[in-house]
């Protein structure tokens, strides 16, 4: 009997491979880093053949831990940073050029030509703000500016991928061509409704069918893998989503109303709204949360800050104030609060709700007296804070108080960040004994496609909790914080 599922997690530092055992435990897990390339300011790129060689070294480095060969893998799941694009060749698979990664705003100025005439009805569309967060004007742009994707698409041989289309081409060595649901859902190109790939932005972004991969359900069948070091020739491939929805699938947040938040690179809330497309009136994104099979699709609403664990990695690289990230919640006990410092982490621009691409990060509030640890501590309440307006717009949507947010991702494990995330949310936050949420929600919905799991009741018993943390606020102070919050949040968007 083959004895695992290999889910690959693509993030936007780092791959990480895990192996899930036949009752869904986590058995195994490796992480391998790459680059981070910054052409000019603000404009992020990722070098896509590097990417592929983390993912394959995470599998051979996993293997080798658990003493499993490839034939032990069962099936796989794929998971991964979502609206980063790569071009490549359909006939031999050449790469034309770096990825260009969500977080870059090199289209800023396209968008911004667009908004007038096109913004609502990419809204009424897609579920998503006209903005360059998402996959489409990556695509215009490259297809304008790039002499070998010009080339390529004049030779109708150019291939657009999310990271999961590309990583599914080389696991299969060019035979699957897909995207999943939820991915398709974050290029700006797919009606939600429908969940097809829209004539009419298709026309306005320049991209032709022929180059977008097919759309398929999260759970299924999406192809075999053919003979690599890690994983042998016939392995199914049968789970995808984007990383935020896979963190929403593996905290099992099945039902209307629950929700999680994710605190990886960025910080993203989503909250599972079942077979209804919920229009946000208040800034947040409306999104393809999962497909099983051929049942009804998913929802969510979503809201996220570009900006998350990346400011704790600035506060190491850029400023020097810490050598690695976990010492972050040490030296912000040093101080009971900020003393007046305030931290905008808008090192990307501001995302949800404020949807500001060219606000800038700022530092206020400081004295003689200031010190590292103060700004350690705006760090961690501005994480928190930025994630409460996004709550906060989200329950302006529906009508009600949001009382459970469950809490996964790298910086989940920091107590003082999770305590204050209550405060600020003013709602429970529940973290799970399994903080790898985004890998093991692609290994369920990989076990679901590939019939190992047969319904959503036998995952939903897997999950279990770590820790609670209740809100510790009155609401005079809370509302004091808040207050100081938006003021200094309305001067970065200025």
Not at 113 to 124: C, G, P, V
Not at 312 to 324: M, N, R
């Amino acid at each position: 009997m083959k004895k695992y599922i290999m889910s690959i997690d693509q993030g936007t530092t780092s791959s990480r491979v895990v192996l899930l055992d036949h009752v869904g435990s986590l058995v195994s897990q490796a992480n391998v880093e790459f680059s981070q390339i910054f052409p000019k300011p603000a404009w992020v790129e990722h070098d896509a053949n590097q990417i592929w060689n983390s993912v394959q070294q995470a599998a051979e480095k996993v293997l080798t831990q658990s003493k499993a060969t490839r034939e032990d893998i069962m099936t796989i799941g794929i998971t991964n940073q979502r609206e980063t694009v790569v071009a490549f060749r359909k006939s031999t698979g050449q790469i034309l050029h770096n990825a260009i990664v969500w977080q870059c705003r090199r289209t800023t100025a396209m968008c911004e030509s667009l908004k007038k005439k096109w913004a609502k009805k990419i809204k009424s569309k897609t579920g998503l703000i006209l903005d360059p967060y998402f996959s489409a004007s990556k695509m215009r742009w490259l297809i304008e500016n790039v002499k070998e994707v010009k080339e390529a698409l004049k030779d109708d041989d150019l291939c657009f991928g999310t990271m999961d289309t590309f990583l599914m081409w080389k696991l299969s060595k060019g035979k699957i061509f897909a995207t999943d649901v939820s991915n398709a859902s974050r290029t700006m190109l797919m009606n939600l409704k429908t969940c097809k790939w829209d004539a009419e932005l298709m026309k306005l972004f320049k991209v032709p069918l022929s180059a977008l991969p097919e759309i398929k359900p999260s759970a299924g069948l999406f192809g075999v893998t053919t003979d690599h070091a890690f994983v042998s020739s016939t392995t199914p491939i049968t789970g995808v989503a984007g990383d935020q929805q896979a963190a929403l699938f593996g905290q099992a947040c099945f039902q209307a109303g629950e929700s999680k938040c994710t605190f990886g690179t960025g910080s993203f809330i989503l909250m599972n709204s079942a077979d209804k497309i919920l229009n946000s009136k208040s800034g947040l994104l409306t999104t393809v949360a999962w497909k099983i099979g051929n049942q009804k699709t998913q929802y969510a609403l979503e809201g996220g800050a570009f900006i998350c664990g990346a400011a704790v990695a600035w506060l190491c690289d850029g400023l020097g104030i810490i050598k690695k990230s976990s010492e972050v919640e040490a030296l912000a006990k040093q101080v009971s609060d900020t003393d007046g410092v305030e931290f905008v982490p808008a090192l990307s621009g501001l995302g949800a709700p404020h949807w500001c691409p060219d606000a800038r990060g700022e530092i206020t509030g400081l004295t003689r007296g200031s010190t590292k640890a103060h700004i350690a501590r705006a760090t961690l309440e501005a994480l928190a804070l930025q994630n409460a307006d996004i709550l906060k717009a989200m329950e302006k949507d529906l009508n009600k108080k949001i009382k459970v947010v469950r809490v996964d991702g790298k910086a989940s494990e920091n107590n003082l960040l999770m305590q204050l995330q209550a405060d600020y949310l003013s709602a429970r936050v529940d973290r799970p004994k399994q903080i790898e949420t985004t890998a093991i929600g692609a290994g369920y919905l990989a076990g679901l496609g590939c019939g190992h799991w047969k319904n959503l009741n036998e995952i939903k018993n897997i999950w279990k909790i770590d820790a609670k943390f209740a809100p510790g606020l009155s609401k005079k102070q809370l509302e004091a914080r808040l207050s100081r919050w938006k003021k200094v949040i309305s001067k970065a968007k200025v």
